[in-house]
């Protein structure tokens, strides 16, 4: 029996918003969509006119859909904004490789400037490299710090007022459930923002804030819209991984406390008696941090000494470790003196080592992206066969059956056996709960690792 | 393995590490009990004070702390005058007769207090020591009220039903501190309940030491420092036999889940329960009074000044789901629903409501709900 579309009542409904439960057809869903969407853009003032705005991509769905609707809008409503992609390369064999190409396919597509920074030439490491030296834990703090700066770095060399994020409701939850699971109070408050960043720095904005993966996944998939789906290959016991399995527990119990979840962090307040850090500037890489010297320096530090465990853990512990590194480099007889001396030449010797990394990599940077402009245009249509297909065989799709299977409506389920014949019968059913779970599983990394500008994570 | 305390063998283990005797066990536990009383420095001498027991483990452990207080002969006498009450559902028969038993073991005298009271507007003080009489007409209708909620709603609503009873007989007993035994582990899961369900601004009075939100009487909670770890040893020792019973027993709730999760997240990690109880500390509440407060649980409304919150953002996607709004780009999305209770998502929300109790109020049928919230 169809459902008729709640709001237009014509014609059948293809699906139920799990936000509200309301049906609605395929034209009237992406009607609703993309307003809502407008409506959070213009209600929280995320923009101004005449703006340029850096889309922080990743290939995945929710950068994805962000850049479309980003376009749409900024046509239909005249929002006056120069959107841009940015987008970071890891350098994680057989995932971001992979997904670069796609955003390369979003760039033609959507017609829009495309910047890629590599870790390695901004940070001398590719993520594969720092994996071999750190093991398969660990290794999304150094992928979370690092993409935090890195999208910083990229959008002051675009020149770009704010950096839009692909976080969707869902991430924003989760973010919240984990910062009460690890007591972290200072981003527990910060974290529902819809615009994050302090003075002098370049805010980021979360579009997609009050949006559903659920919903962006339809949208993506009603629109036909070409977006890269393969978890990362690092994807690690990370702990955000526990707070994600609850939600999706949670959700699919009542599905409106993804919102009832973000309006409890957004009305929270914190005791004033409670002392928070304060943000300031990395005072060796000028970049914003709640320490003096900032994360990612730290990181890099220990990367490059041969301590990769630096960063990792108490602040105690990493000074303890660097006193014993430098200690076996002095050999001498007073040695915790020497040490105490030492540790401040390092930090000036570092710094001037940084500076002139930095330039070094500043260069690199632009003949990348050169190199990727001329590389790309030949090979468009290539990719577009690609990946299309790729979609279909690395099992993003099984999500998608899932989530068609749990919210279209019956109507259209044959529609879905058309679409996609190789899940008729027998395999439809198979799909849902036990694939549904393990997909699940596997994504425990897809926040921390699978797209841009995690900031809540990591470190 | 010898106790951390003194020299003796070992009989407890805490946190899988920590090892005490039974007798360095007991007194701390003793003393996690007093000091949370003794730091708040809420008791005056003598103050009349009303317990709420559920025949559970950590009410059995309570009520044997509070006995073992008033019996001490010294400095350290707990100078309180206890009063219990009982809250049953028709179905806990069983719970009731242990209750009654357990108190006359103490030699303490209970109020027993059907839940289906909470519809009653006339106030009575029931017999002490016996089960009273139910009135089947209103204990039909409050069945059914429940009933017509999914679980969720229905185990936030019982609590909220719980603290209204609480305090409706704190005030007939002129009491003006009630007891409640909730363990660090149930405040843990509440945090994670209150969240779930849009409660963030009202944890402080949820979860913290003290629920103030009524002018008169104040809900403490004594035993959050101790953990149910603790509480299974200490019955053990004492030889007490609790009736196991769980509030939360509905397999298809958030609760239930987020029990689940957080006894599984202990398991990994011992420090999960500590660490949320800690932040919970650190969450503060909306101290702005002239903004109202809800009539069913009693929190004061949050403020509503800032630019966007998902509330709003749930009522726009309700707004552009439905029929009668046409694609005019130009109309202001934000007021066309938001007094119509029919199809707004948050009937009578920051008017009569907060958000989590609207919510509530949008989940049941509106015919069943007792008289003083007639009027929504």
Redesign the interface.
């Known amino acids: 029996m169809p459902i008729p579309c709640r709001r237009c009542c014509v014609k059948n409904a293809v699906l139920k918003r799990p936000k509200t439960g309301d049906a609605l057809c395929k034209e009237c869903f992406f009607w609703a969509f993309e307003t809502e969407i407008h409506y959070t853009i213009t209600k929280a003032e995320l923009f101004n006119k005449g703006d340029s705005v850096a889309i922080a991509a990743s290939g995945g769905k929710d950068s994805t859909v962000l850049a479309h609707v980003m376009k749409t809008l900024n046509q239909q409503y005249n929002y006056g904004l120069n959107l841009m992609l940015l987008s970071i390369d890891e350098g994680i064999t057989g995932y971001r490789d992979d997904s670069l190409e796609t955003v390369k396919q979003n760039r033609d597509d959507y017609e829009m400037p495309l910047k890629i920074l590599s870790y390695k030439d901004l940070y001398g490491w590719t993520m594969d490299e720092i994996v071999a030296q750190i093991g398969r834990k660990n290794n999304c703090t150094f992928c979370g710090v690092f993409r935090r700066q890195a999208l910083d770095r990229g959008a002051a060399l675009l020149g770009v007022k704010c950096i839009a994020t692909g976080h969707n409701a869902d991430d924003i939850a989760e973010t919240v459930l984990m910062n009460v699971l690890r007591g972290d109070i200072a981003r527990l408050k910060r974290c529902t923002a819809i615009t994050t960043g302090s003075e002098g720095t370049i805010p980021r904005v979360k579009p997609l804030k009050y949006t559903y993966e659920k919903e962006i996944v339809m949208y993506a998939h009603y629109k036909k819209l070409v977006y890269f789906s393969t978890e990362c290959v690092f994807a690690p016991n990370a702990y955000r991984g526990h707070a994600r399995a609850l939600l999706k527990d949670m959700e699919k119990v009542r599905p409106s406390c993804i919102m009832d979840i973000i309006y409890s962090g957004e009305t929270m307040s914190v005791k004033e008696q409670v002392t928070l850090p304060t943000q300031g500037i990395c005072t060796r890489c000028k970049f914003v941090s709640s320490q003096e010297v900032c994360k990612a320096c730290v990181l890099l530090e220990g990367l490059n000494k041969g301590l990769p465990r630096l960063g990792i853990g108490k602040s105690s512990k990493a000074k303890r470790m660097l006193e014993e590194y430098n200690s076996k480099q002095v050999n001498g007889t007073d040695l915790l003196a020497d040490a105490v001396n030492d540790l401040n030449d390092v930090d000036l010797d570092k710094s001037n080592k940084i500076d002139s990394k930095k330039k070094e990599c500043c260069g690199n940077i632009d003949t990348t992206c050169n190199k990727n402009k001329s590389n790309c245009c030949g090979g468009t249509g290539k990719c577009n066969n690609q990946h299309s297909s790729a979609v279909h065989e690395n099992g993003g799709n099984q999500k998608l059956n899932s989530l068609l299977e749990q919210y279209e409506l019956d109507e259209s389920s044959n529609i879905q056996d058309t679409l996609h014949p190789e899940s008729n019968g027998a395999n439809a059913s198979d799909n849902s709960d036990g694939e549904y779970s393990k997909e699940e599983e596997d994504d425990t990394c897809s926040s921390s690792c699978g797209k841009m500008g995690s900031l809540q994570i990591g470190f | 393995m010898i106790c951390k305390k003194c020299d003796s063998p070992k009989t407890v283990v805490l946190r899988q590490k920590d090892f005490y005797c039974d007798e360095c066990f007991m007194i701390s536990t003793n003393h996690k009990f007093r000091a949370c009383l003794g730091k708040n420095k809420i008791l005056a001498p003598n103050e009349k004070v009303l317990i709420c027991l559920s025949g559970g483990v950590s009410s059995s452990v309570l009520l044997d702390l509070i006995q073992y207080g008033i019996s001490l002969e010294n400095t350290k006498k707990l100078r309180i005058v206890p009063f219990f009450i009982h809250i049953f559902d028709v179905e806990s028969k069983t719970a009731t007769d242990f209750i009654l038993e357990q108190c006359k073991k103490y030699n303490f005298n209970v109020y027993m207090v059907h839940l289906s009271d909470y519809l009653n507007t006339s106030c009575q003080l029931p017999e002490q020591n016996c089960i009273p009489e139910v009135n089947c007409d209103v204990a039909n209708q409050f069945h059914s009220m429940q009933n017509s909620m ?1 679980p ?1 709603a229905r185990n936030d609503l019982l609590l909220t039903i719980k603290r209204t009873l609480f305090i409706k007989y704190a005030k007939l007993l002129q009491c003006n501190i009630v007891f409640t035994a909730e363990t660090s582990n149930t405040l843990a899961i509440k ?2 309940c ?8 009202q ?2 009075n949820d979860i913290g030491f003290s629920d103030t939100r009524d002018e008169k009487v104040r809900i403490i909670r004594p035993m959050r420092d101790i953990s149910k770890e603790e509480l299974d040893y200490y019955i053990k020792i004492k030889q007490l036999y609790p009736i196991c019973n769980s509030s939360i027993n509905n397999t ?3 609760q239930s ?2 029990a689940s ?1 957080v006894f599984d ?1 202990q398991e990994n990690f011992q420090s ?1 329960i500590s ?2 109880c ?2 919970a ?6 101290a702005d009074r002239t903004l109202g407060k809800c009539l069913i649980c009693e929190s004061n409304f ?2 509503v000044n ?9 009522s ?3 707004t ?4 009668n ?1 046409s ?1 005019n ?1 130009n109309t202001d ?2 007021n066309i629903f938001k007094n119509d209770s029919h199809t707004a ?1 948050f009937p009578l929300v920051h008017k009569y409501l907060c ?2 109790c609207s ?1 509530i109020h949008s989940e049941m049928k509106r015919s069943t709900l007792p008289p003083h919230l007639q009027i929504l």
Do not use: M, W
């Open positions: 999914p969720t945090l994670l209150n969240l779930a369900v849009g409660r963030g601004s944890v402080q298809n709730s958030l889940v987020i999760f997240l999960t660490t949320v800690k932040t500390d650190k969450i503060g509440v909306c949050n403020d800032f630019k966007l919150s998902a509330l709003e953002a749930t726009i996607s309700r552009v789901s439905f029929a709004i694609s780009h999305l934000s998502v958000y989590g919510r």
